[in-house]
Each structure stands twice: as structure tokens, then as C-alpha cells.
């Protein structure tokens, strides 16, 4: 990163703009982030915090600065809040935005609640089309972006290319439905399964075992004070 910009005085929207938003929830998601929060992996967010940050819902109150939708709209609320002014905003970098950036179920309360605050609504929300339901676009919040731009643009998918997926989640299912507007020539989607409980162990396997069940009779008996044996693995 260019040092000037790393350097560059931090941006803050004016005092006096209120752009906060109320919406109502009436759809939401659960993501591995908020698996990794309980779970204890981000220590930055506070006990008691509400998580998530996928959600559709309807406009309640819009604050006096929110020109982009008025209450009764149904809207998505992005997993990004972009405040607008930030060297990170101005560079269309949102969501490395220092004013915002992931707030939802981080920062601040998120959505997987009755109602949710969204800061930043005039950047950060997105009226829903009459023709479509909230279903239809509650995965735009964040889960098939994050497929589609992390995975498929970063990615380079081109005509004609074969492309690796791996993991077959919800994330990986983005990314498989979203290269396919590419036109790639295949899409190999790989995804790791728990082996079948009858199976038999495999030869590697037998002789993993032999040899720990023989380092295991090694140790017995110098325990014991006995003499050591050479002890074969056939």
C-alpha cells in the first residue's frame, strides 16, 4: 500500500448528519462469523452483543440525513457499513471503512433481533425491487457477494476455464452458482465427508495403527525395567 495513503488523516462524517436508520427484521441469516464469536475467536466483540449482519426488513424511522429510502420500504441491510468519508470509502475500498466497516453484530448490536439500528443507512442499505421477495435477495446481504467477489472476481473466472471450489457450503454454493455467469468450461466443487462408520480401514490406516500399537508395547516395557526387543511390525 502506498504510505501516503496508509498515513493519510482519518475522515469523520459531519456531527451534525443523522444517518442511522430503524428497520424491522423480517428476514435473517446466520453466519460462521457469528459461529466464531460464540465460540470465543473474536475477542473484539463484547459479552451480551446481539450478532448477526444478514438481514432484509421494512424502513421504521430514517434519520434526517437518509434521502435513499423512507419508512414502509423494504430494504437489505448490507453486512458493510460504508460512512462515506473515510480514505477507505472514497476509494470505493468499503469494507475497510474506519467509521463503520463491519458494525452489525460486531461494533454495535446486529440484526438477529425483532428491530436493528443500521448506521451509515444513506451507504449501507438497499431498496428491495417490488418484484421481488425478501427471500430472493437476503443472500445478497452477504453471502453471495462475498462468493462472487472474494471468490469468482478475485479469482480471475474466465471462459473456457476450469474452476476449483473448495468447500460446499453456503459461501462455496455461492461461488459455484455465480462463476457459471462466466462461462467457465468446468466447475469442480470439492468438499470433505465424514467416512462411511462400516468402512474398512484402509492399509495405510492398518499400518498406523500396528506401528502406534508397537511404540505402545516399547513403552510398557521400559516402564517396567524389562529388557528391550526388537519388535517387527508384520
Not at 9 to 26: F, G, H, K, Q, S
Not at 55 to 83: F, H, K, Q
Not at 157 to 179: K, Q
Not at 195 to 206: D, F, G, K, L
Amino acid at each position: 500500500m502506498d504510505p501516503h495513503i496508509r498515513w493519510r488523516p482519518r475522515a469523520d462524517p459531519p456531527p451534525t448528519e443523522n444517518t442511522d436508520l430503524l428497520m424491522r427484521v423480517t428476514h435473517t441469516t446466520i453466519c460462521g462469523t457469528d459461529s466464531h464469536i460464540i465460540k470465543g475467536g473474536v475477542p473484539t466483540v463484547k459479552p451480551g452483543t446481539v450478532l448477526g449482519h444478514e438481514a432484509t426488513g421494512v424502513v421504521e424511522e430514517v434519520g434526517s440525513s437518509v434521502t435513499n429510502v423512507r419508512p414502509g420500504d423494504r430494504i437489505l441491510a448490507a453486512c458493510v457499513s460504508a460512512c462515506g468519508y473515510c480514505r477507505f470509502c472514497t476509494t470505493g475500498m468499503y469494507g475497510q471503512c474506519v467509521n463503520g466497516g463491519w458494525a452489525l453484530g460486531h461494533a454495535i448490536d446486529g440484526v438477529q433481533a425483532e428491530y436493528a439500528r443500521i448506521p451509515f443507512a444513506r451507504n449501507s442499505v438497499y431498496k428491495i425491487p417490488d418484484a421481488l421477495t425478501d427471500e430472493q435477495v437476503l443472500f445478497l446481504t452477504d453471502i453471495l457477494a462475498t462468493g462472487y467477489e472474494v471468490g469468482v472476481l478475485n479469482g480471475g473466472v474466465r471462459p473456457g476455464d476450469t474452476v476449483v471450489i473448495v468447500g460446499a457450503g453456503p459461501v462455496g454454493l455461492s461461488a459455484t452458482v455465480t462463476a457459471r455467469l462466466f462461462s467457465p468450461r468446468n466447475i469442480v466443487v470439492v468438499e470433505r465427508t465424514a467416512a462411511p462408520a462400516h468402512q474398512p480401514p484402509t492399509a495405510v490406516e492398518r499400518d498406523h495403527a500396528r506401528l502406534r500399537r508397537v511404540h505402545a508395547q516399547r513403552r510398557d516395557r521400559r516402564a517396567e525395567g524389562g529388557p528391550h526387543q526388537r519388535l517387527t511390525t508384520s
